[in-house]
């Protein structure tokens, strides 16, 4: 399984752009690169998936280089309503589920 | 769709006794996912079935742990027995998986919080 790293937690304060970027050297040809955000007391819900380049949706963007060994999680725009944890995950070419790691905490600011 | 439905919410239980915990996927999906949470230990994948038959079991913790999935619209997990290190957030998630490499968007239900004491 691909293993991922990024930060244990970060700060911002309202209204700024967040990035927050995840390390995956040993990404396999096949594997997605997905992101979830969990709030206190609820399950982990999907924001974000992609394969490569730039992927934009309602709530987030991903970026993600050509060799594919890290990618970036963009949230504009913050607002206190955002802090959470998110977890990057890395899709396993024998199609075995994607593994959570520990996370990062984002705190939003007032 | 009303998205997965655990059962119960919430559950507290003396050490020893016998826990059974209750999922009820999104309708459609073909995967069911049981996960563990707690501060020390994060999110872990207990097992993993899909169109219900047990893939990937590594997860679990020990005998006294066993999971089930009878038909594609429910699935359990149970303690027997349970013990005070047992206590944590259980989750159950659905997908929809259809190619290699990409476990589909996983749904999380709301969570099962087992005390036991």
């Known amino acids: 399984l691909a293993k991922t790293t990024q930060p244990i937690s970060m700060d911002s304060y309202e209204g700024q752009e967040v990035n927050i970027t995840c390390s995956h050297n040993?990404?396999?040809?096949?594997?997605?690169i997905t992101w979830y955000q969990q709030f206190p007391s609820q399950g982990p819900r999907f924001i974000i998936q992609g394969y490569k380049t730039k992927v934009t949706n309602e709530v987030a963007s991903l970026f993600i280089p050509a060799d594919r060994k890290s990618s970036t999680l963009s949230l504009p725009r913050v607002s206190l309503s955002d802090t959470a944890v998110y977890y990057c995950?890395?899709?396993?070419?024998?199609?075995?589920?994607?593994?959570f790691g520990k996370g990062t905490r984002l705190s939003v600011i007032a | 769709d009303a998205g997965v439905i655990q059962s119960p919410r919430h559950e507290v239980t003396e050490m020893g006794q016998e826990v059974t915990l209750r999922c009820k996927p999104i309708s459609g999906h073909n995967s069911l996912f049981w996960y563990r949470q707690t501060m020390m230990r994060g999110l872990e994948l207990l097992i993993y079935f899909n169109n219900n038959v047990p893939i990937d079991d590594s997860g679990m913790p020990e005998d006294r742990f066993s999971a089930k999935m009878p038909n594609a619209s429910f699935s359990t997990l149970k303690i027997q027995p349970s013990e005070p290190r047992d206590s944590a957030v259980y989750f159950c998630?659905?997908?929809?998986?259809?190619?290699?490499?990409?476990?589909?968007?996983?749904?999380f239900g709301p969570g099962t919080r087992l005390t036991v004491t």
């Open positions: 998630a659905s997908s929809l998986v259809r190619t290699r490499g990409n476990s589909g968007e996983q749904y």
């Open positions: 040993n990404i396999a040809t096949n594997d997605y």
């Open positions: 995950l890395v899709g396993d070419s024998r199609n075995t589920p994607l593994v």
